[in-house]
């Protein structure tokens, strides 16, 4: 079985630059994995010889309208399809309400999540993480995604159950 890890988040919390980092733009021959569609953004990653998919997301918010809504449903479907949710927030902005709002979701679908505290660069990261805290998550990593900083040892995690 190759394990389906969706990143997930308020756009422009880094999804795309850790989808980058993970497939290094490898974009992954969906036709591969069946079950998956089309619509969303694959790639094929790899943690030493063991291989997982990516699955990029446009950004969800919890209040969209027009675009942003087909978007965010692009969201949900990957979380629906994924192993295991990174749900990404920006540790420089701080916990918001969108972030609140897709925590619920992911409790109350029931799926397997980790809080993933990005932009930690020139930061503190334990005061950086501290502030999400209250979403009550149990499994939390700080990277920065632009530098790589974190992403590996998160990954070992992340895969161990698989
Ligand atoms: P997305 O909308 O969630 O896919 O976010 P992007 O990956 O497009 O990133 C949004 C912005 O945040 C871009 O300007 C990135 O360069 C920047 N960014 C992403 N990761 C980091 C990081 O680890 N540190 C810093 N300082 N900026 C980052
Ligand atoms: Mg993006």
């Known amino acids: ?8 988040g308020r756009p422009n919390v880094g999804k795309s630059t850790l989808f980058n980092q993970l497939t290094r733009s490898r974009d992954a ?5 069946p079950g998956l569609t089309r619509d969303r953004k694959y790639g094929e990653a790899r943690l030493d010889d063991h291989p997982y998919v ?3 997301t446009g950004g969800i918010s919890g209040d969209e309208h027009g ?27 701080g916990l918001n309400a969108a972030d ?12 397997s999540f980790h809080l993933v505290v990005n932009k ?10 501290a502030d ?20 590996r040892s998160m990954i070992s995690e992340v895969m161990a159950k698989f």
């Open 1 to 8: 079985m190759i394990p389906v890890i969706a990143l997930v």
């Open 29 to 33: 021959l969906v036709a591969n994995f």
């Open 54 to 56: 990516v699955i990029d």
């Open 67 to 93: 675009i942003d809504s087909e978007m965010a449903e692009q969201s949900l479907m990957a979380i629906e399809e994924a192993d295991a949710v990174l749900f990404l927030v920006d540790a420089r902005e």
């Open 100 to 111: 609140e709002a897709l925590a619920r979701h992911l409790r109350q679908r029931n799926k």
């Open 120 to 129: 930690t660069d020139g930061i503190d990261a334990d005061v950086a993480v």
């Open 132 to 151: 999400f805290y209250a979403l009550g998550v149990e499994s939390m990593f700080a990277i920065a995604a632009s530098h790589g900083r974190g992403v």
